[in-house]
């Protein structure tokens, strides 16, 4: 409807990595041995695809310059990288009544998340833990017991720094040509993006 071929493709690349990220997720259910990298490739894939391909739309159709394009795509992969990381975080240590939804989903559906690794990487009895709960389905207590366990976990707060980690990195995409992008407005968000998980 506007006209804008190249807008088309990136909206196909990024279904395609989100396509992509959602079969690693679905063939690596239940892998507790899921290493830390493949979990990396599978949020840049489903919602880092989604974050940069929004905000490399926003700098194509305005007339942003092919470095303004990647480096707002990158700006937006970090911070959907980051979004993900938290939302993983927040599976375990949220509030039901803020989230909408059981601490532990991710546990139960058999989906291994950041902190889950770093705390199994830490103490493996975690993963044995893990792996008792999601297998059996137990009880709520249990599911409660486990998830403010790793919520307190070193790998949990590991997990965090990664987070913070990949805003910065977000930042740092923004040094240089942008066009017209607002950088206090995407300050704005990815501070934001942190905020909701603090």
Known sequence: RIGAPAAVSALADAALDLALGEMDQQRAAFDLALPVESYMSRCRRKTGALFSVACRLGSLLSGGSEEAQLRLAAFGGHVGVAFQILDDILDLAGSPSETG????????????????????????????????????????????????????????????????????????????????????????????????FA
């Open 101 to 196: 939804k059981r601490r532990g989903t991710d546990i139960l559906s058999g989906t291994t998340t950041l902190p889950q690794i770093l705390a199994i990487a830490e103490d493996p009895e975690i993963g044995r833990e893990i792996a008792a709960v999601s297998a059996s389905g137990e009880s709520a207590d249990d599911l409660d017991a486990l998830c403010d366990l790793l919520a307190l976990h070193p790998g949990t707060a590991a997990a965090r720094q990664m987070a913070l980690d990949e805003v910065a990195r977000a930042m740092e995409s923004l040094d240089g040509d942008i066009g017209d992008a607002d950088v206090e407005a995407l300050g704005m968000i990815a501070a934001g993006v942190v905020d909701r």
